[in-house]
């Protein structure tokens, strides 16, 4: 190919230069010589249809002599890439160029853009699947993304179109996030408050991308494995996401925001979150009155809806029944009587806005849920008489 190049500029400068001093030009100081002239648009002499054929030739020729340099290299960088296909196939092209930048290898990554320069594929794709990569499939923290994403000046390049990045991100970056990495989620979100700013026009279905982020912020310091795509999607089961990651050091963290939450067709109050949080600390271990007594401090925090919801869960749920002994459920109802009715009578009034009809509801309703479970028992007591008489009889 070095050749050919060196042969075609021969012809072009013989027709343009009286004198032949250029053949004592080193072949590689003659092709610079050429090509040089053809970048400043100087004209060669010579008749017209052999100007243009050497021309040609001359473009042809550097073309594929950079398809070869290419090639090798990225032969040394991936063996596994097929260099003939690589050439002959603009699909596979683009994708091994594409594959070039979803790595944390700057030698790669400059290959790549020297490749898309070469190719004609837009750089902004390359920009794209980069920071595409970085959001979902690298194992970088996320606490290093600005850095490595500004370094390349990833973010700059794409904002130059904010609509577009809005667009590609919700489209091809948010169904692949993990939805309990909240640092990823957070970037994301970051992004689109940036192309918001910028002029973009977004619509998500719940809150800004401003209040994610705020939201965000909060939560990935304090709670582990909360699914927040799932609590923030409407669809899933409010409270059983929140369940799995709601302990007694985030508990107040999750209540001050359960308004932000979906929870059946509204949002959450910080009732339901306590609720949850009791309930949680309740089924943790098997010694009934210890785990009960334990939530007295988020029972305090608890409206009469929520309240008895607990202790029904308690006491009187399927789960209840088949796990925790009919003397302790008893002892766990009368207690929760007990409470509630201290609630009323101010002794210990929370002061939380819950109004008093609410609470003496509350205590009528619980009282009668410890008449049923006493009458359980009364119900066993009589069954064990009846079966011992029957038993006497029949010796």
């Known amino acids: 190919l070095h050749f050919a190049l060196y042969y075609y500029s021969v012809q ?54 950079a398809n070869f340099t290419y090639a090798r290299k990225l032969k040394q960088l991936d063996s596994s890439i097929d260099t003939s296909q690589f050439v002959s196939d603009e699909d596979y092209r683009k994708e091994t160029i594409f594959e070039l930048v979803r790595s944390e290898s700057d030698e790669n990554y ?69 939805g309990c990495d909240l640092g990823r989620l957070c970037y994301y979100y970051t992004l689109l408050q940036s192309c918001e700013e910028r002029g973009a026009k977004i619509k998500l279905k719940l809150h800004s991308p401003e209040t994610h982020v705020r ?70 271990d098997t010694g009934w009155i210890d785990q009960y007594e334990a939530c007295q401090e988020f029972m305090e925090r608890l409206d009469g809806e929520n309240l008895k919801a607990f202790v029904m869960d308690a006491v009187a749920s399927l789960r209840a029944i088949e796990e ?23 002794k210990e009034k929370s002061g939380r ?11 009528e309703e619980l009282n009668f849920v410890l008449k049923h479970v006493r009458s359980l028992n009364e119900s066993l007591l009589s069954d064990w008489a009846n079966s011992e008489n029957e038993i006497g009889r029949a010796v």
């Open 110 to 178: 400059d290959t790549a853009l020297s490749l898309a320069t070469h190719y004609a594929v837009p750089k902004r794709q390359l920009y794209f699947v980069y920071l595409a990569w970085i959001l979902t499939e690298s194992t970088s923290s996320s606490s290093v993304f600005p850095t490595k994403l500004d370094k390349r000046g990833t973010p700059s390049h794409l904002l130059e179109n904010p609509s577009e990045l809005s667009r590609n991100l919700q489209e091809s970056v948010y169904p692949r996030l993990p």
């Open 215 to 284: 939201l965000l912020k909060k939560l990935r310091t304090s709670v582990q494995g909360l699914d927040y795509k799932q609590l923030m999607s409407e669809e899933g089961d409010s409270e059983a996401i929140l369940r799995a990651a709601i302990s007694s050091a985030n508990g107040h963290v999750l209540a001050k925001m359960a308004g932000k939450f979906p929870y059946m067709g509204d949002f959450m109050t910080e009732c339901v979150v306590y609720r949850i949080l009791c309930e949680k600390l309740f089924w943790k």
């Open 12 to 65: 072009l400068l013989a027709g343009s230069c009286v004198s032949r001093c250029f053949y004592q030009l080193p072949p590689a100081s003659l092709i610079q010589c050429v090509l040089q002239m053809k970048r400043s648009g100087k004209e060669f002499q010579g008749e017209g249809n052999s100007v243009a054929e050497f021309t040609e030739q001359i473009d042809s020729t550097l073309k594929q002599l």
């Open 324 to 346: 925790v002994a009919l003397h302790s459920r008893i002892e766990i109802a009368k207690r929760a009587v007990r409470f509630a009715r201290q609630r009323v009578s101010g």
């Open 353 to 363: 806005g819950f109004s008093d009809e609410d609470l003496r509801s509350t205590v």
